[in-house]
């Protein structure tokens, strides 16, 4: 009978999981921790109402943007030949696919070069195809300016003197009423981190959570970006298992040890 | 003294330990809020942690120890399996208690996804609250299995969950307390199943460094512990149908109506924990709508056939009112009452007003204190005293019982006063804005006090009781 009990137990315990040891801090959590940092650090900060230089010549200041709709800022500059011209691309890729440009939000891209003019900025507008978009603006500003804004958005630049080249990240912060909202780091927009993002600014609340490089093996739902819908996951499973398992063990024990003679 | 007895009167020992200490903590958690102990709140959560999560696995112990007692009139469970469970449940307790005091682990009773991993105490005491539910949840899992192939020995699956009486035969005659216990067990494997699984997940997370679904465990966690708070008190109320006939002289047996009443609850409880969800606007909104339903649909029937045949049992009976029977009547009262509040909180629109407030732990505290906590209390005296037959002091009992009810609905109308005036669940300290949340604290200090004298009465008049059954 002791026997019985401790094989039982044994069972059970081993069924309820193994014992644990902590995990150590891998390379790809650390970068995945300090991504996830960074994107949230400038979250609900105030940015600055700079004055901005547009192609034209015209000023405005961005609150004269973000007081109509909410505003997708980006930080580039025009002699990139690293990932300034790539993102672009990107983000004009996936803004044509997810829509939204002009009804629920404006983009402006910022050159942090002060060699960039207006002018200089508008001819790389239509090197993009961009110069004709009213919604998706170009513009320069004062050095001192461009800086705070960059800090308030939590993106950096550092001028590299042997090349001439700066470093910097790839960055788009999308702002709501003078507070930052969401920003997105990378290279690539991606279209269902993007799509959160627009209807983060309609002010929908985001119902799904996916972050690049997250390992998540069994979810509930995931979100289909082309058809915008939630779909079920192998996670809806691990909720269905346990009213199925509970009625086979029912049936299984009724049936091997029921007695009728006992009744 | 023989295996059943003596396991027994464990349980009840075990009780009447961990009770008071868990009363005494949830008065320090209010004195804290009463501002009162300020210089304490570092330990608010800690203590919540342990509070809650030891409340609700007390009472679910509880109650199938005493499910498992009456069960043995009918059927043949393993005492020594019972005995297991017992030393299982005090190993848990400890680990549980070396990450609180020690660890001082503070992830709240629910432990949600991913507060375990991000809180400010050690590594070690999370593993430790995680290997603590492991030692819990298997333990109680093999003997809520020994538990169901006691009764599986005896009745085939159709008989013990009453399925003739629904097809209009009155033969095998099956006492209500089996069915309900088998009911409640079936949910009861589902249930700790659930556990299972989301330790795994959360253990998987700690060797194999993937990230899980938030969404995911929590639906899971709440699988899990929405369920077992909801079994304890159909094991409780199993226990009712049984102990009521001893004192109205009257039989109350299982027929079409109560078959039907509880096989709905088999068939619709493990829904209903989605209306712990609302909130998560990542849930599909299908799941929502089940939530509420489920959350209907699993209590009303069965709430309403009890009460009713409880009242139709003690209507003109010759009812001695002692502490035991009062207690188990008020608390299927208590049981009723705190029902209709959490199908209240249930109502999708009612639960986006409330959802959050102290309006909250109103209603589960309504139907722990006032439902499970006094019919278990009630069965364990009934217990005691069968076995140890003391004269009855009948005005002492009828004081703490006064003692329990003013005591005890005085401290939960200040809870549901303060959600009523929005006063937020889980704040150590409130904020000079929410300042009455302060003065219903403080006046719930002085109710909690009573039902602790109510508690001191009947752990004096049931401890008695207890020892000379011991002795015997």
């Known amino acids: ?263 | 003294m023989d295996l059943a007895k003596r396991n027994t009167l464990n349980w009840i020992g075990l009780t009447f330990t961990l009770f008071p200490a868990l009363v005494l903590m949830g008065m320090f958690m209010r004195a804290i809020q009463a501002e009162r102990l300020s210089s304490a709140q570092g330990w608010f959560y800690p203590i919540m942690t342990l509070h809650g999560i030891g409340m609700a696995g007390l009472w679910w112990v509880a109650a199938l120890a005493c499910a498992s007692r009456v069960l043995a009139k009918y059927t043949n469970p393993s005492e020594k399996i019972s005995r297991f469970a017992i030393y299982g449940t005090v190993m848990g307790v400890l680990l549980l208690f070396a990450c609180v005091f020690l660890g001082r682990f503070a992830a709240g009773w629910y432990f949600l996804y991913p507060l375990p991993f991000k809180g400010n105490w050690p590594a070690w005491s999370s593993i430790t609250f995680l290997l603590s539910l492991t030692v819990l949840g298997s333990t109680w899992l093999v003997w809520t299995l020994d538990l169901l192939l006691s009764i599986a020995r005896k009745y085939s699956l159709s008989e013990a969950l009453g399925w003739h009486y629904i097809r209009g035969k009155t033969s095998p005659e099956v006492p209500p307390v089996v069915l309900i216990t088998t009911v409640s067990l079936i949910a009861g494997v589902a249930c700790l199943l659930s556990g299972v699984i989301v330790l795994v997940l959360y253990f998987y997370e700690l060797l194999a460094h993937v990230n899980n679904d938030a969404l995911l465990m929590k639906n899971l966690t709440f699988f899990f512990g929405h369920l077992l708070v909801n079994l304890s008190l159909y094991l409780a109320v199993g226990v009712i149908y049984d102990v009521f006939p001893h004192y109205t002289g009257r039989p109350w047996k299982s027929n079409k109506v109560v078959a039907i009443a509880w096989n709905a609850v088999l068939a619709i409880v493990i829904f209903a924990y989605f209306h712990h969800l609302y909130m998560d606007f990542a849930q599909p909104t299908s799941f929502q709508y089940i939530g509420q339903i489920a959350s209907y649909m699993s209590s009303i029937p069965s709430a309403v056939v009890t009460v009713f045949g409880a009242m139709a049992l003690v209507y003109r009976a010759p009812v001695k009112w002692n502490l035991g029977f009062s207690l188990l009547f008020l608390g299927m009262l208590g049981w009723g009452i705190g029902g209709i509040g959490a199908v209240i909180d249930s109502t999708i629109a009612v639960n986006s007003k409330f959802h959050n407030t102290l309006w909250v732990p109103a209603h589960f505290h309504t139907y722990m204190i006032e439902g499970l906590v006094l019919m278990v209390l009630g069965y364990f005296y009934h217990y005691c005293q069968e076995k140890a037959q003391i004269t009855e002091n009948l005005k002492l009992q009828k004081i703490t019982i006064a003692l329990f009810l003013i005591g005890g609905y005085g401290f939960l109308l200040m809870f549901y006063l303060s959600g009523a005036r929005s006063v937020p669940r889980r704040f150590a300290l409130y904020p000079s804005e929410l300042s009455h949340g302060v003065f219903y604290s403080q006046i719930s200090l002085f109710f909690i006090s009573l039902f602790l004298l109510g508690l001191i009465l009947y752990l004096v008049e049931t401890g008695r009781r207890w020892k000379k059954a011991y002795a015997r």
Request: with cysteine; aromatic share 12%.
């Open chain 1, 1 to 263: 009978m002791r026997a019985r009990v401790f094989t039982l137990w044994l069972f059970s315990f081993l069924l309820m999981g193994p014992a644990a040891k902590a995990a150590p801090a891998t390379e790809e959590n650390l970068s995945r921790k300090s991504l996830q940092e960074m994107e949230s650090r400038p979250l609900y900060q105030g940015v600055p109402d700079i004055e901005v230089t547009l192609p034209q010549g015209q000023k405005i200041k961005l609150s004269d943007l973000w007081g109509q709709k909410p505003l997708l800022i980006t930080l580039f500059y025009r002699n990139c030949t690293g990932s300034c011209s790539p993102f672009l691309h990107s983000l004009d890729s996936t803004v044509t696919k997810v829509g939204g440009l002009g009804s629920d939000y404006q983009i402006i891209s910022l050159s942090f070069d002060p060699e960039d003019t207006a002018e200089d900025l508008g001819k790389f507008a239509g090197t993009l195809g961009l110069d004709q978009n009213p919604n998706w603006l170009f513009g320069t500003a004062d050095p001192a300016a461009i800086r705070a804004l960059a800090e308030a958005i939590g993106f950096w630049y550092k001028l590299e003197p042997q090349s001439g080249q700066y470093d910097h990240p790839t960055l788009l912060a999308a702002v709501r009423d003078g507070k930052i909202r969401r920003v997105l780091l990378g290279n690539v927009v991606l279209q269902d981190r993007f799509q959160e993002l627009v209807r983060d600014m309609r002010g929908e609340f985001i119902p799904f959570y996916s972050r690049p490089g997250q390992k998540t093996v069994f979810r509930c739902v995931e979100w289909n970006p082309s058809s915008k819908s939630l779909w079920p996951h192998w996670g809806l499973l691990f909720l269905v298992f346990p009213g199925v398992a509970a009625l086979g063990m029912a049936v299984l024990i009724f049936q091997k040890f029921h007695d009728p003679t006992s009744s």
